[in-house]
């Protein structure tokens, strides 16, 4: 998990319906009125019901395979819509904290932005009391496609706060906040879990969840302990385990660095798509093809060449939309921060200078953007080259 202001063309839940023009007003009121996944009391009608609407849901979404993951402060509305434009299909919100967005309209407004372009969507909330969750997720559901549960978060502020994969502790909990939603929601539930050191006992803790009314499963492939994905890699076989034992779609999440490792989990693993999450921050175009340098000549034989766009117009990009959809500045320095990394190690007083500015602008950071390229900065992100030179995106 990553590290845990509008022009009006974004949507917030602090005072439902608001939205900005007629075109999503009504796009609003008919997800109201005819909600894409049925009335609460029909969808628990019999498991065969349930699973067929799970899967008919998922296919109506168009069963997206390239999704951005939820981060924590990283995965906000701007940074969402970059990642669609390179390939990404879906997307998760940051996780949100169910009992302050139900009770702050600060919080809600600062923190949860969309807008028509933005889905399919999954709105992540963290909790540990049911009815908060289904307070909080009623507020969200015209605006997505899913309303997601995050049993994953292990660091230790999901510990203090009693939430995410600390939840793994106490199934009936988890199994009593799925089965809240699946009973009151108009959209489908979703849960993002980590696995436990025992295949068995996340075989159990899958199947648990199916059975609450869950009706899609995303498995990140690391136990609650193994928090350093450098450190750690990701264990497909247990995926793959829980995707067999399973009747709804899986997800899986880890190890996807580009698109070869996406095209290599979804074999081995047999999930329905895969998510991304520290390689997309570091390179939003992932899902386009795209590698960077350290990736881009990895040994494997194969030719790379320059793509033709480098971190620092994937910046610019992003500060666009950031000027479109505004989000709070932390967020927007964060992001600069990992797309440029590369570039900052070869001018660190540049990042000195970014590090000292207290408060932000769009000119200072498109100002700095160019300082970088006028002192012959540019490291492009690669693509597969073919053997006639031809670029291929690979997606």
Request: charged residues 25%.
């Amino acid at each position: 998990m990553a590290a845990d202001d509008d022009d009006g063309t974004a949507t917030t839940p602090s005072s439902l319906p608001i939205t900005d023009s007629d075109e999503d007003n009504r796009l609003c009121s008919s997800l109201v009125q005819s909600p894409p996944f049925g009335s609460p009391t029909r969808y628990l009608n019999g498991e065969s019901h349930r699973l067929d609407r799970a899967w008919a849901h998922w296919k109506n979404l168009g069963e997206p395979k390239l999704i951005v993951a939820p981060m924590v402060d990283n995965s906000e509305l701007p940074f969402r819509m970059l990642c669609r434009k390179y390939g990404a299909n879906a997307a998760y919100t940051p996780m949100l904290h169910s009992r302050i967005f139900s009770e702050n309209d600060k919080y809600r407004t600062l923190e949860f932005t969309t807008c028509k372009e933005d889905r399919p969507l999954f709105v992540q909330f963290c909790a540990n009391d049911p009815d908060t969750l289904l307070d909080a997720a009623r507020l969200v559901e015209p605006y997505c496609d899913y309303v997601d549960i995050n049993l994953g978060c292990p660091q230790r502020i999901a510990r203090r706060g009693n939430y995410g994969a600390f939840l793994m502790d106490n199934l009936p909990l988890i199994k009593s906040l799925v089965q809240k939603l699946a009973m009151n929601l108009h959209v489908p539930v979703s849960c993002k879990i980590r696995i436990f050191p025992d295949l068995k006992d996340t075989i159990a803790y899958a199947r648990m969840l199916e059975d609450a009314g869950c009706s899609l499963l995303a498995v990140h492939g690391r136990t609650r302990d193994e928090k350093d994905g450098k450190k750690f890699r990701a264990d497909w076989n247990a995926i793959k385990a829980v995707r067999s034992a399973v009747r709804i779609p899986v997800l899986a999440n880890g190890n996807i660095r580009h698109m070869d490792d996406v095209q290599s989990c979804l074999e081995e693993t047999g999930a329905d798509g895969v998510l991304s999450a520290e390689s997309l921050l570091e390179n939003p175009a992932l899902f386009a093809g795209y590698r960077t340098a350290e990736l881009g000549g990895n040994g494997d034989g194969e030719s790379y060449i320059d793509g033709g766009i480098d971190q620092a117009d994937l910046v610019e990009e992003y500060l666009k939309l950031c000027e479109r959809h505004p989000v709070p500045w932390r967020m927007i320095r964060s992001h600069v921060h990992k797309m440029l990394g590369e570039w900052f190690r070869i001018h660190p007083h540049v990042r000195e200078e970014l590090n000292s500015q207290s408060k932000l602008t769009f000119e200072w950071l498109n100002n700095m953007v160019n300082r970088l390229r006028e002192q012959g900065t540019r490291i492009p992100l690669n693509l597969k080259g073919k053997s006639n030179g031809v670029a291929s995106c690979n997606t």
